[in-house]
Structures are given as C-alpha cells and as structure tokens.
C-alpha cells in the first residue's frame, strides 16, 4: 500500500500536544480489550501499511513494533476512529499475550470491593521471552 | 460506599500530569467499546460511589456526568485497571446511545482503503436530546 492508501484517515486523527494519539487494541475474536497505547503520525502509517501494530512508547521515547521483541505481534483486522478523531480502535488478530508481564490481556486487575483481584488468563512466562526480564 | 471502598484502586492508579487517567466505556452486554474519556481521581471517586459514570470534560474543564443531560447513563458493572496502572477499562450498561452524535459507539467510523466510512448504529436523533444541538 503506498502512504496515501489511508490518507483520509490520517487526515481525520487530531495528534495531541506531543503527536500523539490513544490506540485500543482489541482481540477481534472475542472482543477482549487488550491494550490500550500510543501512536504517532509515523508509527500510525507504519501500522496501516505493514497491517500490524506499531505503537509509540513514552516511557522509552521511541518507535515500538508490538511483538519485535516477544514474537506476541497483532495483525490489524479492522482500524476505527472516534467522533472527536482523537482515539483510534484497532480490532487485532493476537499471537500470544499482549501484556508484558504475561497475560493475555494488559487489564487483568478488577476492582472487588475494597481489593483488586487478578483474574486474567496468563498466557506466557516472561522469563522466558523477554531477555530483560 | 464510602471513599475508602475503592482505596486500592485508587492508588493503583497513575494519573498524568493534567492529574487525568484515561477511561475506556465497553458494552458489558456486546464487548463494543464505546468511547474513551477522561477521569481525574475525584471524578473516578464518585464513578466508584455512584456506580455511574463521571467523566472530565477536557474541552469544557469540567466534570461531566454523562448522560446528564442527554439520560444516556452509563451503570458501571465491572472495573479493570492495566498493568502500568495508567489506563481504566469500565463494563457498563449504556442506556441509549453513548456518543453525542446519535451513535451507540463513538467508534462509528471504519477505515475502508481510502474512505472512512459509517457503520454504526444511529439510536437517537442528537437535536431531539441535547438543547445545544
């Protein structure tokens, strides 16, 4: 796809202050929300035109291929955008988990009355994929 | 409730330094995400207490209590807080449509090669709800 391909979607994304946009991943299989992380203008592109995410860390100040380094990539199935076109929702194909700390989802705390609970599915060891870990 | 109810999650959370936490709506009934807002930690208090949705308006710089005005409520069922602790994902009961423009999602508009186009469900007519409209 050339960069024009998705021009009227990258027309209709307001960037925030620092160039960047909220990104919702969602499993399209079962509708779990996954993630939710940044984008800038380029690593958007990027994710458009590869059909897999690319996200903007904040914390490292740099481009971040999701799964480059795990192998736990998503495959873009479907890229929607909100009435203020400042967040985007991008059902994904996940291979493997999209947490870090090895759950399938990165939301695997819930509020129980007075505690927080985990009850997500862990998918991994991070041990054993992250070398950093 | 009272405040200290929901005092772990609170201070699991990392607000920003607009002192603002990012809060994803999702149909506790379907899986779809309905939108994205805001929350500062008084507003998440009384989301908790209430059961209800409060959102912070960053455009206005106010709290929004949503479906206020419109009596599109949203009754918390279920709260879930990311790893990083810097992202809130709420279960809810949407009566009527969440977005103002009539929509049940914000998420109404898909990418289709070089189009963006509307797919979602238009529940109420935005004149006939909000008086500014």
């Known amino acids: 796809m050339t960069s024009s391909t998705h021009g009227a979607l990258l027309d209709a994304v307001t960037f925030d202050d620092d160039g960047l946009v909220p990104a919702i991943a969602q499993d399209a299989e079962t509708g779990q ?3 939710m992380a940044y984008m800038t203008a380029d690593t958007l592109r990027e994710t458009l035109e590869r059909g897999r995410m690319v996200y903007w860390s904040r914390s490292r100040q740099e481009r971040w291929a999701k799964g480059e380094a795990s192998g736990h990539t998503q495959t873009v199935e479907e890229v929607r955008l909100d009435c203020d076109g ?5 059902k994904v194909q996940q291979e493997g988990g999209a947490c870090h700390t090895g ?3 990165c939301f ?3 509020a129980e009355g ?3 609970v985990e009850d997500g599915k862990k998918i991994f060891d991070p041990g054993e994929v992250y070398d950093e870990a």
């Open 114 to 116: 007075e505690r927080l």
């Open 86 to 90: 400042d967040t985007l929702l991008f």
């Open 103 to 105: 759950f399938h989802s």
């Open 108 to 110: 695997y705390r819930r």
């Open 33 to 35: 929300v996954l993630m």
